[in-house]
């Protein structure tokens, strides 16, 4: 499942260089310098429109740099061909504050989406009238604790069990990389601080890198190993928790930059 | 209906057009008000009607002879026989015409769709993505301005009298009208599933099917049932232009002006019309409801919908192999080869006093029918009160607009050419009736879905009725319907022409007689004037919507 890419196997997962993003004028991204490596497990705080959505976008390739580089598993993506930037975001599973799932449909088919990427055409077709692969959207959805939901409708779910069926479907993905774009500002505390456990659990496991953009500081400095901070679209500061005062938090979110 | 405000959904069959913008700019309405009355004055000039009598009297006999008929049509087992099998026919027609479009619609949706061809993309293949997406739009443009009458004459010359005239006809034009509306459907749909799925490495045809196909699907469907209901009138027009079914018929039964057998095959297109028309829009209301799939109805029309598409296939038999036969091509190259440079056989002068005959016919048409329909909305709104002869009123106006809009324009045109003088009046007025059947379910629906609070607030605090409709229904509704009736102008012009295929002038009759002189070069000459004078139309609507807003 997991094909190894050229030159992805060793070296790091994620790679910024210079890298900015301006959409019609607005800079939203300038100048980010930023190296991911294998199994990391990274928290990207800052205040709103600091550009935290918009590098999780860099990351995963909905967004092209407009200077500098994105390489993601030793493919720039922005230049690659289409399969191979296919291949690619293929070992790149991402998550989405609003889960971004098909309402319409039955939990086990926003699951299988995840599979998408690796099936013919004619196997994702055919599954939408009868759904492959059960057992291992059951498996899925058992890990994320929602195993009773597989046949509901998408729509009748409530934001937590969405936000599991969002997990899950990254799960059957089986990516080398996990992006999480504000996963838990739509849930409320609990459910939250569940589902990121849930992230890093699946993480640790598999030896996942992981990704999230966090509105809610506490929970990053608790519960991941590096926290990067933007602001204005720019990284601030890059370290450990350990290493991230209260002061330094202080000035992130405070209404103007000083100096 | 229920009492909170509803908000004004956009009808489905009014995606066809650019979005119904609605009207609003005070100084704008004066002044296209103005220039309305202008155009619709020089039309009614155009008829000539101080030049001689527009009534012909003999007529008249005619008339008393044919509404006599009306009580007694023919009803012995042997026509009623040939009658069922002919209603069949055109139902089966219209049936295949309808999947055949569906199926064009739902490939040529997802090329004509912004979505598939931008959402994702980055620089140069964006790009790419852009000419793609162009190209394929403009080739949909032509195969939707041209009717599917005229489609149908022109298949006719290459395929001889097969079923597969009428089912091309139908299928091609009414497929690339699906094709643009199911690529809108496809633009409105939420597109952050979409592009999750794109992220997450999926090809773009799996990650359309399972993140903007499920939410699209269902207007799909109900766009298919509402291309069904215009379908069944196609086949029954196509027939009088000889595909067979019960248009050919009734063709046969006025050419030998035999009332009786004229008026059972009348009955026969408006019980057909009527039951699409009903079932249609029942499926519709359903669906707009938020049914889902568990819904009886929805679910038994699926299931008659197949059994219908199994019946017809088996009914008509279609014969494929004209479509590859040698002859076939052989035809197409000989009329394509006369047909091209196209030629001026017409003087110039000739063709733009056929275009000018055409325009003003739609003009008067539509004038007709916004006139009558803006007065039929109210009594046929079924609203509030629900006294016995308010539902009698409401009942009986519903009635008329159903049989209006049940007989195509062409019947209606053949009926008024027994009592008028030939010309674009008889034309006019037959447009304008049927239109006026379309428009006045359109203002009927408009009416209904009106936010009710002003009325209960005015009403509240003793403001007689009159005055209440005056202040608080006719301002709401007036925008509403002038959009409507502008729409249905752009609609008008494409039919001018098919009224005008069975004698009432203008550009049809130009095309039809030089089609049936074998003059292809000079068809291709109309041909194209047509197209053009439909753009014209086009952007004028769109124009005049956009600056009303």
């Known amino acids: 499942m997991t094909a190894r890419l050229p030159g992805g196997s060793e070296g790091p997962v994620f790679t910024l260089r210079g890298a900015g993003v301006r959409y019609r004028g607005v800079t939203a991204l300038a100048d980010c310098d930023l190296e991911i490596g294998a199994g990391e497990r990274v928290a990207v705080i800052g205040p709103s429109g600091a550009g935290k959505s918009s590098l999780i976008a860099l990351l995963n390739g909905s967004v092209a740099p407009t200077e500098g580089t994105v390489t993601a598993l030793g493919c720039e993506l922005s230049r690659a061909g289409a399969g191979a930037a296919r291949r690619t975001r293929r070992q790149i599973g991402t998550i989405y504050q609003h889960f971004d799932l098909v309402e319409e449909l039955r939990v086990v088919h926003n699951v299988n989406a995840g599979r998408l990427g690796a099936w013919p055409f004619w196997k994702a077709a055919l599954s939408l009238v009868r759904p492959r692969d059960v057992a291992d959207v059951r498996r899925a959805l058992d890990r994320v604790g929602i195993v009773e939901k597989l046949e509901a409708r998408t729509s009748t779910l409530s934001g937590g069990q969405k936000q599991r069926v969002a997990v899950a479907r990254v799960l059957v993905q089986q990516p080398r990389a996990i992006l999480a774009d504000e996963p838990i500002a739509s849930l409320d505390p609990r459910l939250g601080a569940e589902v990121i456990d849930l992230l890093n659990d699946i993480s640790v496991d598999a030896g996942t890198t992981l990704v999230t953009s966090l509105h809610d500081v506490s929970t990053a400095l608790g519960r991941f190993e590096r926290i990067v901070a933007l602001r204005a679209g720019r990284i601030v500061f890059d370290r450990p928790p350990a290493a991230v005062s209260r002061a330094d938090v202080d000035d992130l979110y405070a209404a103007e930059p000083r100096g | ?549």
Request: overall charge positive; charged content about 15%; glycine content about 10%.
């Open chain 2, 1 to 549: 209906m229920t009492d909170t405000a509803t908000p004004v959904a956009t009808p489905v069959e009014l995606r066809e057009a650019a979005g119904v913008p609605v009207a609003s700019s005070r100084r704008g309405g004066r002044w296209w008000g103005l220039v309305g009355l202008v155009v619709v004055a020089g039309s009614v000039a155009s008829t000539g009607w101080t030049q001689g009598p527009l009534v012909r009297p003999e007529g008249f006999a005619l008339v008393s002879d044919f509404l006599g008929a009306a009580l007694a049509p023919r009803l012995d087992a042997d026509f009623l026989g040939l009658m069922a099998s002919a209603a069949v026919s055109t139902v089966a027609y219209a049936v295949l015409g309808t999947v055949l479009s569906l199926v064009l619609g739902l490939v040529g949706g997802v090329l004509c769709a912004e979505v598939w061809w931008l959402e994702g993309r980055h620089g140069a293949a964006r790009r790419r993505g852009a000419a793609g997406w162009v190209t394929v739009r403009g080739l949909l443009v032509l195969p939707r301005a041209i009717h599917e009458v005229i489609w149908g004459l022109v298949l006719l010359s290459v395929l001889g009298l097969t079923p597969l005239v009428a089912v091309l006809a139908i299928g091609i034009p009414f497929g690339a009208v699906t094709a643009k509306v199911f690529a809108e459907l496809l633009d409105e749909t939420p597109r952050r599933a979409y592009v999750a799925a794109l992220a997450a490495g999926t090809p773009r045809l799996a990650a359309l099917l399972y993140t903007l196909m499920p939410s699209a699907w269902s207007d799909l469907l109900s766009y298919g049932f509402y291309r069904f209901e215009c379908a069944i009138r196609s086949a029954a027009i196509l027939g009088l232009i000889g595909a067979g079914g019960l248009g050919f018929q009734l063709a046969l039964s006025l050419q030998t002006l035999d009332y009786a057998e004229v008026w059972t095959a009348l009955y026969a297109l408006i019980l057909l019309s009527a039951a699409t028309d009903l079932w249609s829009s029942a499926v519709r209301r359903r669906r707009a409801a938020g049914a889902g799939s568990r819904d009886r109805l929805i679910t038994g029309s699926l299931v008659a919908g197949a059994v219908l598409v199994v019946g017809a296939l088996w009914w008509v038999q279609l014969d494929l192999s004209v479509l590859v036969a040698a002859d076939t091509w052989g035809l197409v190259v000989q009329i394509v080869g006369d047909a091209w440079p196209p030629e001026l056989s017409t003087s110039p002068a000739d063709l733009a006093r056929a275009a000018l005959v055409t325009v003003a016919m739609s003009v008067l048409a539509i004038a007709i029918a916004f006139l009558g329909a803006s007065v039929l909305a109210f009594p046929g709104a079924s609203t509030g009160a629900r006294s016995p002869a308010r539902r009698l009123t409401v009942g009986l106006t519903r009635t008329v607009l159903v049989v209006l809009r049940a007989l195509p324009p062409p019947v209606w045109a053949l009926l008024f050419l027994f009592v008028m003088a030939p010309g674009l009046l008889p034309g006019a007025v037959a447009l304008g009736v049927y239109t006026l059947g379309v428009l006045g379910r359109l203002m009927t629906e408009t009416v209904e879905n009106l936010d009710r609070r002003p009325q209960r607030a005015m009403a509240a605090h003793g403001v007689a009725r009159p005055v209440v409709f005056c202040y608080a229904v006719v301002p709401a509704a007036a925008p509403r319907f002038v959009a409507f009736g502008l729409y249905r102008w752009e609609v008008t012009i494409r039919e001018t022409v098919v009224v005008g295929v069975v004698g009432a002038g203008g550009l049809g009759l130009l095309l039809n007689e030089q089609l049936t002189a074998f003059d292809y070069g000079a068809s291709l000459t109309t041909l194209a004037v047509i197209v053009l004078l439909t753009a014209v139309v086009d952007a004028t609507s769109a124009g005049v919507r956009r600056s009303l807003r």
